[in-house]
Structure formats: C-alpha cells, structure tokens
C-alpha cells in the first residue's frame, strides 16, 4: 500500500517562492510518474505538472509554466514542487498523486493536500 | 490544448436512482479518460481508468463508457455515499486536464 503525505504548506506574500514535498512510504514510488494536482478554494481539480519514474522528463500546466519546477529524489522516495514568483490565484490545496506504473490513465494514489495560501 | 465539459453541472437525485453523467473533449482522445470522485476535505478516489474499466475496490455500480469525444460515467443505483463530486480527466500525451465537475446532491 503506497502512502503520500504532502508537506510545506502555509501563507506567503505574492512574489514569493515555496516549495512543496511529498513524502512516499510504500511500494512502487521510485518506479512511478508522479504529478503534482491542485484545488483552489471551493473550484475544480487543475492539474500542475508531471515528472518520470527516474526524474528525466518534466511537463507542466501553461499557469505555471517557467516559474515552477517538479523534481524528485528517489533514494529519500519523495516528490517536490517549487513555484516561483507566486500570485494570489496560486492560493490551492496541492496535491500528489501517483501513476501507476504500465497503466496510461488514472492517478490511483494521492496524499491529503497540503494548503498553500498567497497573501500579503 | 484539449479541453474537457462535463453535464450536467449538478443534479439532484435520490437513493436508488441510475445517474449518468457526460464528459465531452474537445478533440479525440481515444479511451485515454478517467473518472473520479471527490468528497468534501477529502482527495479524489480514482473510479474509472481507460474510460471503462473499473479500479480496484470501487462498487460495480459505478461504469464508465465512450471513446472518442464522448465518454459517460453511470451509478446503477445512487448509494447515500455516493453523493460527491464528479470529475473526469483526460491523458493526451503531456496534458492531463480535468473537466470542470459534476455535483451530485441529495434530492
């Protein structure tokens, strides 16, 4: 049973950087896609960005597109996004969530959400 | 970039009932779709992948369809915990939009 727990969230003034992680304990993370989902209050789920098993490919949403990076360290099996220059409509719960391996759709795993708030 | 509608944007049902609700992309995506639940506080719970087959644990109630454009999801019959919201999602190579949601109250 594969388990996500993200961290890192909290209140920062427009502008400024944060970075968020995911934590994995479980099987199958090191061989997994992970992607990073979020939620602004009371919206819709948006998808952000996606990164490879072993961390040589990147995509990302256009919204954050060049002030956001997604990365990984497998040997410490967790997941990381760092958004740059945050605006207030960044304000989200963040969400991980695992590909599963040899499936081509469906998230099967996600973390709890870890609330990311951009004010001054 | 493909996008995704879904309809209806709410419903009101009761126990019991069949519901359907309907995801339309904005251009062919094959069976490259997946549906979600989603309660409130709470992450998604993954339902459906590949448009039609069925993650593992989640009640045969629950049925996906469609390739294409057009995809459904179907409640046979609505269960109290059902009443969630509903997103579909859609996995064209590097863009993995979701539709806007669909609501499924208590009537």
């Known amino acids: 049973q594969l388990q996500l727990v993200e961290s890192g969230g909290g209140v920062v003034q427009p502008g400024r950087s944060l970075r968020v992680s995911c934590a994995a304990s479980?099987?199958?993370?090191?061989?997994?896609?992970m992607h990073w989902v979020r939620q602004a209050p009371g919206k819709g789920l948006e998808w952000v960005a996606v990164i490879s098993f072993d961390g040589s490919d990147t995509y990302y949403a256009d919204s954050v597109k060049g002030r956001s990076t997604i990365s990984r360290d497998n040997s410490k099996n967790t997941l990381y996004l760092q958004v740059n220059s945050l605006r207030p409509e960044d304000t989200a719960v963040y969400y991980c969530?695992?590909?599963?391996?040899?499936?081509?759709?469906?998230?099967?795993?996600w973390g709890q959400g870890t609330l990311v708030i951009v004010s001054s | 970039a493909i996008q995704l509608t879904q309809s209806p944007s709410s419903l009101s049902a009761s126990v019991g009932d069949s519901v359907t609700i309907t995801c339309r992309a904005s251009?062919?995506?094959?069976?490259?779709l997946a549906w979600y639940q989603q309660k409130p506080g709470k992450a998604p719970k993954l339902l459906i992948y590949?448009?039609?087959s069925l993650e593992a644990g989640v009640p045969s109630r629950f049925s996906g369809s469609g390739s294409g454009t057009d995809f459904t999801l179907t409640i046979s019959s609505l269960q109290p915990e059902d009443f969630a919201t509903y997103y579909c999602q859609q996995f064209s190579t590097y863009s993995f939009t979701f539709g806007p949601g669909t609501k499924v109250d208590i009537k």
């Open positions: 479980g099987l199958t993370f090191t061989s997994s896609a």
């Open positions: 590949d448009a039609s």
């Open positions: 969530a695992r590909a599963p391996p040899r499936r081509l759709t469906g998230f099967d795993y």
């Open positions: 251009q062919g995506i094959s069976r490259a």
